[in-house]
């Protein structure tokens, strides 16, 4: 399909926004789907769900990007509670692993650095820090600021955007060097503009595809439509909450970082679900249709970060927070704190099918968890 055809589709999805844009009707006794639940409301629920995966999950776990993906959502939370069992499971997990990356510090692939994020967390958490703790990801990181004149074509998937951009972010950050910014934004504008030819990032839409393959003329829907991932997507906007969060104004990509952002959850608002949901396929509503929470908790995510820090408008967006929030706990949130509706590990909207009520992972309850804190930092409920 040509950039062009993918335009029109994109066209015909936003001419359905006032549609999907609607807000559910409010069931006898539950709060209207646009409204935002009290704080107190909230946290309980954070709590229940971080508190039924610990639960479950006596061993924390390896320390590769899934279960470093929901590491990050916990110490959102510690940092929201000051719950001492939270800081307790994470701390036992990084030092399981020494605080180390999975392929050592030689290691290119982004997902290997994910890790490295739940590392500065506990860094920063420190009354005085451990240079031991981030001595990992800041040797791998270094390794590839050194070479970054050369080399800056190792993201070649969306997902790496989340994975990797905060650790760059937030070591420039800590050590004063613009030097780890400057080689994060050369790997970030290949991945956007560069891999594959024309880039993931399709400025029609303000989507990201998954990688080259499903570019316009390569992987398409059953309908043939185009496939842009959820996931992927929500991947790329916990990315930019993450680093736009961390760098200062001075750094002159910040301004399209910011408008990179914006112009995604202008695209995910016009196709979020009547029941405040996203699909699996942001292009085509029939392919695999349901609920998916991971996407979902990620878009929360970046449009409640996107609130807080005032890039978009709150009459527009803070009901497109409620109605996935309140999606989530009503649907996807067992009373036992379990859950569901994650799609679990792939790479497009056919993996890990079916997508149920039962189906969970590390990387979905960490989003929700960054969602919630991040929804309560609005100060709205």
């Keep these: 399909m040509e950039r062009r055809q993918f335009l029109a589709t994109g066209a015909a999805l936003t001419a359905g926004a006032a549609l999907s844009a609607r807000p559910a009707a409010a069931a006898p006794g539950r709060r209207p789907a646009d409204r935002l639940p009290a704080r107190a409301e909230t946290v309980a629920v954070l709590r229940r769900v971080a508190d039924h995966w610990i639960g479950a999950h006596a061993d924390p776990g390896d320390n590769q990007w899934a279960r470093a993906t929901f590491f990050s959502g916990l110490l959102a939370l510690h940092r929201l509670t000051r719950e001492p069992r939270y800081l307790a499971y994470a701390r036992g997990w990084a030092e399981r692993h020494a605080y180390g990356l999975h392929n050592g510090v030689t290691t290119r692939h982004a997902d290997d650095h994910c890790a490295g994020q739940a590392y500065l967390d506990l860094h920063a958490l420190d009354t005085a820090p451990d240079p031991a703790k981030i001595a990992a990801i800041e040797d791998s990181l270094r390794r590839m600021v050194d070479t970054s004149a050369e080399r800056h074509d190792d993201w070649w998937w969306d997902d790496a955007l989340h994975m990797a951009m905060p650790p760059f972010a937030r070591l420039g950050a800590l050590r004063a060097d613009p030097a780890y ?24 839409s303000g989507l990201w595809y998954r990688d080259k393959r499903f570019l316009p003329g390569g992987i398409s829907s059953p309908n043939g439509r185009p496939v842009l991932w959820s996931r992927g997507n929500g991947w790329v906007a916990g990315a930019h909450a993450k680093v736009l969060a961390v760098l200062p104004d001075t750094f002159a990509p910040v301004r399209a970082y910011r408008a990179t952002l914006v112009r995604e959850l202008a695209a995910l608002r016009a196709v979020q679900r009547p029941d405040g949901f996203w699909n699996v396929n942001l292009a085509d509503a029939a392919h695999l249709p349901g609920p998916e929470t991971s996407g979902t908790a990620f878009f929360t995510y970046g449009t409640a970060y996107a609130l807080r820090a005032g890039l978009v408008p709150r009459d527009r967006y803070r009901p497109v927070v409620a109605r996935a929030w309140n999606a989530m706990v009503d649907t996807a949130v067992h009373p036992d704190g379990f859950l569901g509706y994650v799609q679990n590990v792939g790479d497009r909207p056919e993996s890990s099918q079916p997508v149920t009520y039962d189906s969970t992972a590390d990387f979905g309850v960490g989003a929700f968890l960054l969602a919630g804190t991040e929804m309560v930092a609005l100060g709205d409920g």
């Design 181 to 204: 910014w400057d080689a994060m934004h050369a790997l970030y504008t290949h991945t956007k503009s560069a891999e594959g030819g024309p880039g993931l990032y399709d400025p029609g």
